[in-house]
């Protein structure tokens, strides 16, 4: 399945340190994050904005919004591919408290449920490819995104 059969939320929203989140923004550069019980890579956003989900993000001071998911997912998607070619990749809507058709990586349990997830995920079309982090750049995103601080 391919990124293109699920339609992406109007917005994406991505509660970090704003100094990781600056980077993001000019950069254009994200960090994929091992999810080692289900051999995926992934990167988390939530499909909502919610100033309580700062207190869900270790160290969360700064929010990235993407305006423009389409762009981004597919720019994400390709450099990821450019990075990772034996990798496949998938976006969608994260299940809270029931198992997901696509699997473990987009279960969660019912109490994150507020967090309203969008979840990138990468897997080796190998079994015995290792997974490790990988940061994957996408170019500056100041034109589709912006930052947003946490309110005093």
Not at 63 to 90: K, M, Y
Request: hydrophobic letters at 40%; proline letters at 6%.
């Amino acid at each position: 399945m391919s990124s293109h059969d699920l339609p992406r939320p109007r917005k994406l929203y991505r509660y970090a340190p704003q100094a990781i989140l600056e980077r993001s923004l000019s950069l254009g550069e994200f960090r994929l994050t091992p999810e080692v019980s289900v051999s995926f890579l992934t990167l988390s956003f939530s499909s909502v904005w919610d100033e309580r989900l700062f207190d869900d993000f270790s160290d969360a001071n700064s929010c990235l919004v993407i305006h423009d998911t389409e762009s981004f997912g597919e720019r994400l998607h390709q450099a990821t591919q450019r990075l990772l070619p034996n990798w496949a990749g998938i976006d969608a809507a994260v299940a809270y408290g029931a198992p997901s058709p696509l699997g473990a990586a987009f279960t969660k349990d019912k109490q994150l449920a507020r967090q309203k997830e969008w979840l990138f995920a990468w897997r080796p079309m190998q079994s015995r490819m290792s997974v490790n982090p990988v940061v994957v750049t996408i170019g500056n995103i100041e034109s589709i995104a912006e930052l947003r601080a946490r309110a005093s």
